[in-house]
């Protein structure tokens, strides 16, 4: 593999980024013509960029037909088996089930929930509906613990407030979207539902201590890692008061390298929540938040903003000695065994 096609394996993008004459606000908008098709300058442009996962929105989803066209145009463009991912837990967060054109049921948040059982079905039906419209990977099951009332970017998302039951249930989850075929991410590590503050829009802060964290949010995390999940996703929140280097557990070499890989001993795929919130973008730019998360561990980064800029950046960092190949090497070895 080249330099590029490594650092494409470690990026995750939307698929309007291969439209280079879109600024970010206009691919954060609602749906665009490069939403939905792929043109063939943005055909050229994956070919020179080439990212190893795409991830879809609802906006990018018009019709079952139109959704498998625009996957099978950017698979038949990859030399490697690209990742096709989407956020789809069931409840507010479903981007299939709540498009009605595809006529698949909105199962009910993770929070209503109430056996091991329904949590496995649950996840083996949405497995099974995102592979037959030829997705790969689901950024599920949430492993957050509602453990704050005023939190409410987890909320009903998380299985439960209490972190043995959600355990159980992130565990049973897992096996029902293994059973589907399915790729997993558990997510926000090392915890979201504590916090009061949206990492989307701003800074988010978890106030617990290792310890205190360590006898209750690990412990559902430590179950999905049990249960084999192929990737963690980590939250962009900062813990002043678990040792930590003041930054985003993102950023941080503590959370990921010592932590999540030596103490807890995952050895899959990390991946980063989406670059482009607020909590990482209002402190840095794209291309320096993306190097600090390879530095600290990460193995994907997640919707870095000027993905071109970014991918560039990253080769350069790669050619001139500041990223080791070594540690490249680390990534794409874990990424294609996970891929194959």
Known sequence: ???REKIGQMIAVVPENFDFTLTQEQIDQGRIPSS??????????????PAGTIILFGKNLDTPEQTEKLMDDFKSLSKIPLMVSVDEEGGRVARIAKNE?????NLPPALETQTEKKAFENSFYIGSYLSKYGFTADFAPVADIWTNEENTVIGNRAFSKEPKTAAKMVKASIKGFHKAKMLTSIKHFPGHG????????GSAVSLKTWEELQACEMIPFKAGIEAGSDMVMIAHIRTPNAKTEDLPATLSKTWITDRLRGE?????????DAMGMKAVSNYFESTESALMAIKAGCDIILMPHDYAKTFDYLVSCVENGTIPMERINESIERILKMKL
Do not use: P, W
């Not at 939905?36 to 960029?49: D, G, L, P, Q």
């Open 1 to 3: 593999m080249t330099v």
């Open 36 to 49: 939905v098709t792929v043109s063939e300058k943005m055909k050229e442009n994956f070919i020179r960029y």
């Open 101 to 105: 054109t595809f006529e698949v049921e």
């Open 194 to 201: 504590d916090t009061t503050a949206d990492s989307h829009t």
């Open 264 to 272: 807890l001993g995952f050895n899959g795929v990390v991946i980063t």
